[in-house]
């Protein structure tokens, strides 16, 4: 997903110890109407690392470079603390119709910086939540990076509306195995003499902190629904624990077993594994449904 990918992208991240938390709720009523809650944090290690980068380099785009050579580090400022002309650009990045309302800079219970962003629309049927959907310059400072993610990997949300009925659409579990089995990696794991399982824990020691998470608040109460994951009138679609995710042995010895041949695991074996994981909780069926009391 885009957030691990700004983490990655960070030029000076091996000198760090976690990156960013981020949770996004999606909350619709019975009309159709609702918002989505944006909530980004940045370790104190994290914005520490930011603001040393500009002072080396920020201001000439790529560290020790031109523009256009590596990440542009001038974009760092904007992706902890945004500015509202560039929230309000992104909020077609949530889908047609979808406008900015409000943004707070704070810091979160653990003194992590960071803003939430509220985002307000008239349709939910008109809302997409896939890689795109990232405010701020976190984006562009991905792209610079050459980290970007081709459109359609990393799964979606999109939403039906009928008859007091909600569909809510996920490919997360599906297109979650994508990108799993990274031959780059593979081939730097093998070079190091190691197996990517390894790689993997090494980059947990990236991640320390970091969660990422996509739930769906239904205004009103649930009478009834399909989801696996539902605490009073809210529907946990995808949440983790990167840390504990990468560090899982379960996922290590998956990776190990579909680096060496490939042809041997299936996403029907990716969903039993991410059903295991104790850093990880999704939403495994691909369309779940929601009545309102």
């Known amino acids: 997903m885009r957030l691990l ?22 909350r619709v009523k019975k009309d159709g109407a609702g918002s989505i809650v944006a909530r980004y944090y940045f370790s104190p290690e994290t914005i520490a690392m930011i603001a ?22 001038g974009l760092l400022r904007d992706i902890a603390n ?15 119709g979808v406008r900015y309302a409000t943004h707070q800079v704070d810091k979160d219970d653990n003194d992590w910086e960071g803003y939430t ?14 890689e795109n959907s990232m405010p701020g310059n976190a984006r562009a ?11 359609g990997e990393g799964g979606s949300l999109t939403f039906e509306l009928a008859e007091g009925t909600l569909t809510v659409k996920s490919t997360f579990a599906t297109k979650g195995m994508e990108g799993v089995i990274d ?44 989801a ?10 995808n949440d983790a624990d990167v840390e504990k995710v990468l560090l899982d042995p379960d996922l290590g010895e998956f990776i190990d077993k579909a680096a060496a041949d490939p042809k041997a695991v299936t996403p029907e074996d990716f ?6 994981l104790e850093g990880m909780t999704v939403e495994t069926k691909d369309s779940i449904t929601v009545k309102w009391k």
């Open 5 to 26: 990918l700004v983490c990655l992208a960070l030029p000076a991240l091996l000198f760090t110890s976690s990156c960013v938390r981020s949770s996004t709720v999606v």
């Open 52 to 73: 040393q980068l500009e002072k080396l380099g920020g201001e000439f785009g790529a560290l020790g470079g031109a523009p256009g050579d590596g990440p542009q580090l």
């Open 82 to 96: 945004p500015d509202e002309e560039s929230l309000i650009a992104d909020g077609e990045n949530y889908g047609e």
């Open 117 to 130: 962003v509220v985002y307000e629309f008239d349709d939910i049927r008109k809302v997409r939540i896939d």
């Open 141 to 151: 400072f991905v792209e610079s990076a050459g980290e970007g993610m081709k459109a």
């Open 183 to 226: 031959e780059d990696q593979i081939d730097q794991a093998k070079k190091m003499g190691m197996a990517p399982s390894g790689m993997m824990k090494m980059a947990a020691g990236m991640t320390k902190g970091m969660r990422v998470g996509y739930f769906l608040r239904i205004d009103g109460g649930i009478a009834e629904t399909n």
């Open 228 to 237: 696996e994951h539902v605490t009073g009138d809210l529907i946990t679609l």
């Open 271 to 276: 969903l039993a594994l991410i059903k295991k």
